[in-house]
């Protein structure tokens, strides 16, 4: 299929699962609706094309919205299609994915298509964390359907044909779409409102495939995935790029494989899912500046929430300095670190944090420490842990003495030097039990991956 080509919604199907795996169901339904001479309209399907089928010998339900029919409007029937798939892959328990490619409500069905609206918002509130739950907005995803898209685990643009809105541009008060498409890929990529976003249609259905064999089928088993990777494979000059943290986590993960979810929305936190000898895990690191924002932890929040939902392996790079300061950071800073630190002290599934830079105050504290329940953490050799920066630290503490001394730079140098030994080495906090051990950054793959066996995950 060419970049450009636009495939038809049974295409698009055919284009995801393997070959001649995909089975059809409910394909003659259509509208029963009379008003308005609907009597005489043709939709086939009732504009979605429902069933299941094999994603690399894994089994999901698929629903791919047909814009040739009556521009793929929500109806009455339409709705009850989607809302029945949901239910069979519930009971069956395995993954749906949505095609979006929609008008929006079919207006002529009026409250009856609303109706539809509510069934489908109530079967995906029911799957949620009971299956994975994926969207792909592969055209227009407008008003309630963009909704519906955000009540999936995990959704995914193509930034050359997609639009996702609730209001379209230019009903947005004081914009025009030629001043700013709100409806775009990277407008909505930056809200967070986009997991992934890809270049045409065919990387939309590959990044759908490598995800199916990421995610477990459902919330009762285990995601195994095959790698061809050394175990004990090593990560010469890992401590050179510990705290770039896509860079860290593509060394750390089978195959060099990460594949990072809302990657412009909070930039200070960054989050994905690998896997660390065939089992699933997500990842959860602070970007190199080591600042803790409000965009950020909502994103860790979330994604640490659907880990646990899902009974996925969470793994946290640390590299916590503190927080972003802002008017309008403290606003909403301190709720949304307190968001985060419940969502990691209530995650049942096992949890390791690894500390590869600095680690100060109470942003450590948040950010997956023993204190709020990791069950494993480790440090890298030369990570400082304390209540704040050493300098800032003798600057408090030993002020007079700083002001009286005659070279108060070498007075300051020296004071830091002094508390950094005593309070700020990993290996103080290792000797109160607040770290498990301190590694070479190089080990720092088969560490996670000795953890992983320890907690019976392979």
Same mark, same amino acid.
């Given at each position: 299929?060419?970049?450009?080509?636009?495939?038809?919604?049974?295409?698009?199907?055919?284009?995801?699962?393997?070959?001649?795996?995909?089975?059809?169901?409910?394909?003659?339904?259509?509208?029963?609706?009379?008003?308005?001479?609907?009597?005489?309209?043709?939709?086939?399907?009732?504009?979605?094309?429902?069933?299941?089928?094999?994603? %690399?010998?894994?089994?999901?339900?698929?629903?791919?919205?047909?814009?040739?029919?009556?521009?793929?409007?929500?109806?009455?029937?339409?709705?009850?299609?989607?809302?029945?798939?949901?239910?069979?892959?519930?009971?069956?328990?395995?993954?749906?994915?949505?095609?979006?490619?929609?008008?929006?409500?079919?207006?002529?069905?009026?409250?009856?298509?609303?109706?539809?609206?509510?069934?489908?918002?109530?079967?995906?509130?029911?799957?949620?964390?009971?299956?994975?739950?994926?969207?792909?907005?592969?055209?227009?995803?407008?008003?309630?359907?963009?909704?519906?898209?955000?009540?999936?685990?995990?959704?995914?643009?193509?930034?050359?044909?997609?639009?996702?809105?609730?209001?379209?541009?230019?009903?947005?008060?004081?914009?025009?779409?030629?001043?700013?498409?709100?409806?775009?890929?990277?407008?909505?990529?930056?809200?967070?409102?986009?997991?992934?976003?890809?270049?045409?249609?065919?990387?939309?259905?590959?990044?759908?495939?490598?995800?199916?064999?990421?995610?477990?089928?459902?919330?009762?088993?285990?995601?195994?995935?095959?790698?061809?990777? %050394?175990?004990?494979?090593?990560?010469?000059?890992?401590?050179?790029?510990?705290?770039?943290?896509?860079?860290?986590?593509?060394?750390?993960?089978?195959?060099?494989?990460?594949?990072?979810?809302?990657?412009?929305?909070?930039?200070?936190?960054?989050?994905?899912?690998?896997?660390?000898?065939?089992?699933?895990?997500?990842?959860?690191?602070?970007?190199?500046?080591?600042?803790?924002?409000?965009?950020?932890?909502?994103?860790?929040?979330?994604?640490?929430?659907?880990?646990?939902?899902?009974?996925?392996?969470?793994?946290?790079?640390?590299?916590?300095?503190?927080?972003?300061?802002?008017?309008?950071?403290?606003?909403?800073?301190?709720?949304?670190?307190?968001?985060?630190?419940?969502?990691?002290?209530?995650? %049942?599934?096992?949890?390791?944090?690894?500390?590869?830079?600095?680690?100060?105050?109470?942003?450590?504290?948040?950010?997956?420490?023993?204190?709020?329940?990791?069950?494993?953490?480790?440090?890298?050799?030369?990570?400082?842990?304390?209540?704040?920066?050493?300098?800032?630290?003798?600057?408090?503490?030993?002020?007079?003495?700083?002001?009286?001394?005659?070279?108060?730079?070498?007075?300051?140098?020296?004071?830091?030097?002094?508390?950094?030994?005593?309070?700020?080495?990993?290996?103080?906090?290792?000797?109160?039990?607040?770290?498990?051990?301190?590694?070479?950054?190089?080990?720092?793959?088969?560490?996670?991956?000795?953890?992983?066996?320890?907690?019976?995950?392979?």
């Amino acid at each position: 299929m060419s970049d450009t080509a636009k495939l038809s919604a049974r295409e698009r199907i055919e284009n995801l699962v393997d070959a001649n795996s995909f089975v059809e169901i409910g394909g003659l339904i259509t509208k029963r609706n009379t008003d308005f001479n609907m009597q005489e309209k043709a939709v086939p399907a009732d504009g979605v094309i429902t069933g299941y089928g094999i994603v %690399d010998s894994n089994l999901v339900y698929i629903y791919s919205q047909d814009v040739t029919a009556m521009n793929g409007s929500v109806g009455e029937m339409h709705a009850k299609k989607i809302a029945a798939l949901y239910d069979m892959a519930v009971k069956a328990g395995a993954p749906i994915i949505g095609l979006i490619d929609c008008a929006g409500i079919r207006v002529q069905e009026a409250v009856d298509a609303l109706a539809g609206f509510g069934e489908i918002y109530m079967a995906k509130v029911k799957a949620s964390g009971v299956v994975p739950q994926i969207s792909a907005i592969l055209g227009s995803c407008g008003g309630g359907v963009a909704i519906s898209s955000k009540l999936s685990d995990i959704t995914l643009m193509d930034e050359e044909k997609g639009r996702l809105f609730v209001n379209s541009p230019n009903a947005v008060e004081g914009n025009r779409v030629e001043k700013c498409d709100t409806a775009a890929a990277d407008f909505q990529a930056e809200a967070g409102n986009v997991d992934i976003v890809c270049r045409n249609e065919a990387e939309v259905l590959e990044n759908i495939r490598t995800l199916i064999t990421m995610l477990p089928a459902n919330a009762g088993v285990a995601a195994e995935v095959e790698n061809s990777d %050394d175990k004990n494979r090593l990560l010469p000059g890992f401590d050179q790029y510990a705290t770039e943290a896509g860079k860290a986590l593509s060394q750390i993960a089978d195959d060099m494989k990460f594949i990072e979810l809302k990657a412009e929305y909070g930039k200070e936190m960054v989050i994905g899912l690998m896997s660390l000898d065939g089992v699933t895990v997500g990842a959860i690191a602070n970007a190199k500046e080591g600042i803790l924002s409000t965009a950020g932890c909502k994103k860790a929040e979330q994604f640490t929430y659907f880990c646990d939902a899902f009974g996925i392996p969470i793994i946290t790079l640390t590299n916590a300095a503190g927080y972003a300061s802002s008017m309008e950071e403290e606003k909403t800073i301190s709720q949304a670190v307190a968001d985060m630190t419940y969502a990691f002290a209530s995650a %049942d599934v096992p949890k390791i944090n690894v500390i590869t830079g600095k680690a100060y105050g109470s942003a450590y504290v948040a950010m997956n420490s023993k204190h709020v329940g990791a069950d494993l953490v480790l440090a890298l050799e030369g990570a400082k842990i304390g209540v704040m920066d050493a300098k800032a630290a003798a600057q408090i503490m030993y002020e007079d003495e700083i002001i009286k001394a005659g070279d108060t730079k070498a007075a300051l140098e020296e004071k830091a030097e002094e508390f950094d030994k005593k309070q700020c080495d990993a290996k103080v906090a290792a000797g109160r039990g607040y770290v498990d051990n301190i590694i070479e950054g190089e080990a720092v793959r088969k560490h996670l991956i000795y953890a992983m066996q320890m907690f019976g995950m392979r």
